[in-house]
């Protein structure tokens, strides 16, 4: 059965950065994009980027842009998001989530999802 | 950038009821691709519906999406105990290809 295993939470001080992993297992990592959707505590869900796991093309969120990072890993099927000059803002549960069908590039909604990272920042 | 607006905010119905939530774009949503999640406490989202009315795989057929263009909606025909959540329309595709999420309706109970 497919799999998403999240990386455990994470506190952090304003301006550093945290790196998120995601494993991927059941199914072939490389045929399905990953994206990265955040939850601030009581709030909704807000869609970061996604990444191909194909070809390692991305595409960011205008408000992330600049401050993000995606990549993969195919030896070890994990992908894995960096979030730069953290601010308290940036608290939330980051999700990892994965393409309902193969090679979407953006044009599938998500059918798996991970359980979600805890990001704390704060001084 | 296309920007969902899902009403209303809170919807508060009994068990067997019929649960009609809405979601507006601001602009067309092109080849219908709008989808719908559950997210309950301390879970992960669950993919409900995609292509604006396709179920997805173990949905049951309580669950309904309709729709095209701007306006989208979500129906539950007869509210179970563990419909009581919130849901979240969702816009994919497009150019460049994103996603994008409404604010959500939260289901309780009456």
């Known amino acids: 059965q497919v799999q998403l295993v999240q990386s455990g939470a994470e506190v952090k001080k304003p301006g550093a950065s945290v790196k998120v992993s995601c494993k991927g297992s059941?199914?072939?990592?490389?045929?399905?994009?990953i994206s990265w959707v955040r939850q601030a505590p009581g709030q909704g869900l807000e869609w970061m980027g996604w990444?191909?796991?194909?070809?390692?093309?991305?595409n960011y969120a205008q408000k992330f842009q600049g401050r993000v990072t995606m990549t993969t890993d195919t030896s070890t099927n994990t992908a894995y998001m960096e979030l730069g000059s953290l601010r308290s803002d940036d608290t939330a549960v980051y999700y990892c989530?994965?393409?309902?069908?193969?090679?979407?590039?953006?044009?599938?909604?998500?059918?798996?999802w991970g359980l979600g990272t805890l990001v704390t920042v704060s001084s | 950038e296309i920007v969902l607006t899902q009403s209303p905010g809170t919807l508060s119905l009994s068990l067997g009821e019929r649960a009609t939530l809405s979601c507006r774009a601001s602009q067309s949503v092109s080849s219908s691709y709008l989808a719908w999640y559950q997210q309950k406490p301390g879970q992960a989202p669950r993919l409900l519906i995609h292509?604006?009315?396709s179920r997805a795989t173990g949905i049951p057929d309580r669950f309904s999406g309709s729709g095209s263009g701007t306006d989208f909606t979500l129906t539950i025909s007869r509210l179970e105990p563990e419909d009581f959540a919130v849901y979240y329309c969702q816009q994919y595709g497009g150019s460049p290809p994103g996603y994008t999420f409404g604010q959500g309706t939260k289901l309780e109970i009456k």
């Open positions: 989530a994965r393409d309902s069908f193969p090679y979407g590039s953006g044009n599938y909604p998500f059918g798996y």
């Open positions: 292509g604006a009315s």
């Open positions: 059941g199914y072939t990592f490389s045929s399905y994009d």
């Open positions: 990444i191909s796991a194909y070809n390692g093309n991305t």
